[in-house]
């Protein structure tokens, strides 16, 4: 039973350019959370999908977006990047009834 | 607003010892509490989950405890080994906030040979 999926695992970019990172939630699972986690620090919620709606949002300015497609699926999309937006980018998905939640390996995304 | 707050931020001990990490948290209305461990630059691994009714969970040499009306709970790690060496977070799922978990900023911890 595959886990959470995400792709690419490294990413570098330049200021102002725009990335996108992409989350396949593991089997049975219909939520979809994004997590920003800065070195040393622990992860900051940035939002959550659910039925293919953004459920509740974190303290992230609206240069950061995303997307869940019918299959579950997610998309988290930066745009406009900064250098502070280097981090390790985590998706965790779970089931709408409030059970624990299972995190992928990360998106390590760089912008110099 | 909740908060949680994760002590010590580092523990050096030899392999062997029996090892205890705290997590408190400043708002008890929470649905349940989650111990997290992440290697460097990896991502997280679910260790136990505690749901708000429970008092504690049990995985092989992991113990965690749940005092949800003080705030606090308590990873207990027994016979400690060098493959134990990674970060441990906790993380609260609290009412009335959809989904959201809060994290700590986590406990790193080195077992020595």
């Known amino acids: 039973d595959a886990g959470v999926t995400q792709s690419p695992t490294h990413l570098i970019k330049t200021r102002g350019q725009q990335v996108t990172l992409r989350c396949s939630p593991k089997?049975?699972?219909?939520?979809v959370s994004w997590y920003q986690q800065a070195l040393g620090q622990g992860p900051q919620f940035i939002f959550q999908?659910?039925?293919?709606?953004?459920?509740q949002r974190g303290n992230f300015p609206d240069r950061f977006s995303g997307h869940q497609f019918p299959n579950y699926s997610s998309e988290l999309n930066v745009n406009a990047l900064l250098l502070g937006d280097s981090a390790l980018y985590l998706c965790?998905?779970?089931?709408?009834?409030?059970?624990?939640?299972?995190f992928g390996s990360g998106t390590r995304l760089t912008v110099v | 607003k909740q908060e949680v707050t994760q002590i010590p931020a580092a523990l050096s001990v030899p392999e062997g010892e029996n090892l205890v990490l705290n997590c408190s948290f400043t708002?008890?209305?929470?649905?349940?509490l989650q111990w997290f461990r992440q290697d460097p630059g990896k991502g997280l691994t679910s260790l136990l989950l505690?749901?708000?009714?429970?008092r504690e969970q049990t995985s092989g040499r992991l113990n965690a405890s749940l005092d949800k009306s003080s705030g606090r709970s308590t990873l207990y790690i027994a016979a400690s080994q060098p493959g134990d060496s990674a970060t441990y977070l906790c993380?609260?799922?609290?009412?009335?906030?959809?989904?959201?978990?809060?994290f700590g900023t986590g406990t790193r911890l080195q077992v020595t040979l």
């Open positions: 089997s049975g699972h219909d939520t």
């Open positions: 708002d008890s209305a929470i649905y349940n």
């Open positions: 993380a609260v799922r609290t009412t009335g906030t959809a989904s959201k978990l809060t």
């Open positions: 505690i749901q708000s009714s429970q």
């Open positions: 965790a998905s779970s089931l709408e009834d409030k059970r624990g939640y299972t």
């Open positions: 999908y659910y039925e293919e709606e953004e459920r």
